[in-house]
């Protein structure tokens, strides 16, 4: 096939055809605030030495959170990734690696999902987990979507310490999809009577944990509150590194783990892409959305992996599939499956008491600020404080002063005077003491 | 004892005041090795024509229609264990639920043996 652009006369002749006078014309629905009339002011042309001094230039006005002391998390999360692990996704047989279409041909790709797969529902103590979803906002709308199919309810209740975005992204699919979603305050005390928002039609509960606020909860409660209502209870999962720590979604009850596996093996991406984890329970595999690598055995006996339960798929079963997701974050999936292998059990472990460590650590060293005082009663990585006046100036403060210092409750609940002064800092194994030091000095003169 | 059957295959025998019912042999012919078959809860009502049971092939997955409407009383358990006995004996130890018969004059509609067996010829 030749590949020759159009000419003006095939551009007429399709204009025609659809009945729109020209190219501009199907642009009408764009607010013309939005549209660009001209050619931004360029110049004609320059040399790449000069392209990319103007870019670097422009570029060293943001302040990177690996050059900088960061404390940003709220579901994004800086975690040291090991060199071994981007040497190792570059190998040419995983970087060019889709989920496959011809799946059993590339048995190294179904064995790596199968692992990634096994360690997923080891860590969330569930009992399936899949071969991955898009980012953990998705993963938590699916999981909704799941528990509205098992149940045949639609409604769904979603805690006031579910990450906004989170809960956003699951309103947009109750918005086209057509199921609705009851929405608890938000919850800086993470103590929320959830059990109550519950009745006959409730298909599930949506709680985070540890949730927004960095709040770490025992959910056995809700779990059994649900299921004595027949719903469903989704625990949320956005920073991963938690269940190197804590007890296991799975260990409390959860039906469905809906979560974000971006602290394993991948950078902060500039906010994706990320790595969606699902996990349920094996009675409702057959309800859950997405690609699923099983182990099994040739006609010789020998061990070999195919991609299973596909007639929960939209190939198969078309608009009665489970979901639209044809796919999966193969690449962040395989990252996080070598960041793991690396860690190790016990090397997890020691990572994840490391992180609470480096938390403790910053919660004191903020709790000494006069002013300040720390929210939580419990926390992993990540806790709430209450500044003194409201957080986002105080956080504009900080980066002039090149500290990136956390994320203004603001920025995510705007228009909430009662949370305005409230700011949700993190802190990993990247972080160190001089980090948290600095933080403290700097945060005592921002707030003066 | 009645059997009556439904254009989309499924078979329904009348037994006093309730109903068995199950997909016919020509449908286990065209899905193949059946995998799974998820049969609806006891007690759940279900409308003439909308879906009651799923059922799963290595090749497809179907929804399988209510051929009445009704309740049902009944479900297959042992489908949980061995789906292929929807292949072995469709009409049989296949069978997928039991259900009340609300509109008995539902059943008149429906195809007997005989202008189903035509039915399936014409389908080629």
Known sequence: ?448 | MTVKYTKDHEWVRIEGATAMVGISDYAQTQLGDVVYVEVPEVGRKLEQGKEAAVVESVKAASEVYAPISGEVTAVNADLAGEPGRVNADPMGEGWFFRMTIAKPKELEALMDEAQYKAYVEGLG
């Open chain 1, 1 to 448: 096939m030749r590949y020759l652009p159009l000419t003006a006369t095939d551009r007429q002749a399709m204009l025609a055809a659809i009945g729109v006078p020209s190219i501009d014309a199907l642009f009408a629905d764009v607010p013309k605030a939005a549209r660009l009339d001209d050619l931004v002011d360029l110049p004609r042309a320059q040399g790449e030495l000069e392209v990319e001094r103007a870019l670097g230039a422009m570029a060293a006005k943001n302040l990177v959170a690996g050059a900088v002391p960061s404390f940003i998390g709220a579901g994004v999360y800086r975690h040291h990734v090991p060199a071994s692990v981007d040497h190792l996704i570059q190998r040419g047989e995983f970087l060019t690696s889709y989920t496959p279409y011809q799946p059993e041909v590339a048995q190294g790709t179904l064995q790596m999902l199968f692992e990634f797969q096994t360690q997923i529902a080891l860590l969330t103590g569930m009992e399936v987990a899949n071969a991955s979803m898009y980012d953990g906002a998705t993963s938590c709308a699916e999981a909704v979507m799941m528990a509205n199919r098992l149940t045949r309810r639609k409604k769904a209740v979603l805690a006031g310490n579910l990450h906004p975005h989170y809960r956003d992204t699951t309103r947009t699919y109750a918005r086209f999809v057509g199921f609705e979603t009851v929405l608890a305050d938000p919850d800086p005390s993470e103590r929320q009577d959830l059990a109550a928002l519950v009745d006959r039609e409730t298909s599930c509960v949506v709680v985070q944990n540890p949730g927004f606020f960095g709040a770490v909860r025992d959910h056995t409660p809700l779990a059994a509150a649900c299921h004595a209502a027949g719903a469903l209870l989704v625990v949320v999962v956005t920073e991963a590194m938690s269940l190197a720590s804590i007890e296991p979604p799975g260990a409390m009850g959860a039906d469905i783990v809906a979560g974000e596996g971006q602290s394993f093996g991948n950078a902060l991406n500039f906010g994706g892409p990320h790595l969606g984890l699902f996990a349920s329970r094996e009675k409702y595999v057959r309800q859950m959305p997405g690609r699923l690598a099983g182990e099994t055995v040739d006609v010789d006996g020998k061990r070999g992996w195919v991609l299973t339960l596909s007639t929960r798929e939209q190939h198969i079963r078309r608009e009665k599939a489970t979901s639209n997701i044809c796919t999966n974050s193969e690449l962040c999936a395989l990252a996080a499956s070598i960041h793991l292998a690396l860690l190790g059990e016990a090397g997890l472990q020691r990572l994840g008491a490391l992180n609470h460590a480096k938390a403790v650590q910053l919660a004191d060293r903020l709790a000494a600020v006069p002013g300040i005082s720390v929210v939580n009663d419990t926390f992993f990585n990540e806790f709430t404080v209450k500044l003194p006046r409201p957080a986002a100036s105080v956080v504009e403060d900080l980066a002039r002063r090149k500290i990136l210092g956390g994320v203004p409750v603001s920025r995510l609940y705007p228009g909430r005077a009662e949370l305005a002064n409230l700011l949700v800092v993190a802190a990993t194994e990247t972080n160190t003491e001089d980090e948290i030091a600095a933080f403290g000095a700097a945060l005592q003169e921002a707030i003066r």
